[in-house]
């Protein structure tokens, strides 16, 4: 194992020895299929990771999209959502953040 110091201070010297002591001792203690093993079980544990982040951008990109896409009502399909909400509040409407209806609408819909 190779390393180098690029600073001369001290604190930065002691921190550089003890990360390379702690180095060599895990090395020494272990051998090379438990090594492997652990390594196949990172690779495991970080593929399932990735797999649930790709998961998971995939839901906030619906969700962004979801902003923009049409509200369908059953009286009239085909509503862009920020016409709705604009109309909903010049008729006076009180947008309620619990699930019902709209409130003074001209149109009804519900969230």
């Not at 093993?37 to 970080?46: G, Q, T």
């Not at 953040?97 to 003074?104: A, L, T, V």
Request: aromatic share 2%.
């Amino acid at each position: 194992m190779c390393v180098s110091v690029l600073e001369s201070d001290l604190d930065s010297r002691k921190q550089l020895e003890s990360a390379v002591g702690s180095i060599a001792e895990r090395l020494s203690r272990a051998d090379a299929g438990s090594l492997e093993m652990e390594a196949k079980k990172l690779e495991s544990e970080r593929l399932d990771v990735l797999k649930k982040l790709d998961e998971i951008r995939n839901q906030l990109t619906e969700a962004r999209a979801d902003e923009y896409r049409d509200i369908v009502l059953p009286e009239n399909p085909g509503h862009p959502p920020m016409p709705l909400a604009k109309s909903c509040m010049k008729g006076g409407a009180r947008l309620d953040p619990r699930p019902g209806r709209c409130s003074g609408a001209a149109t009804s819909f519900s969230w």
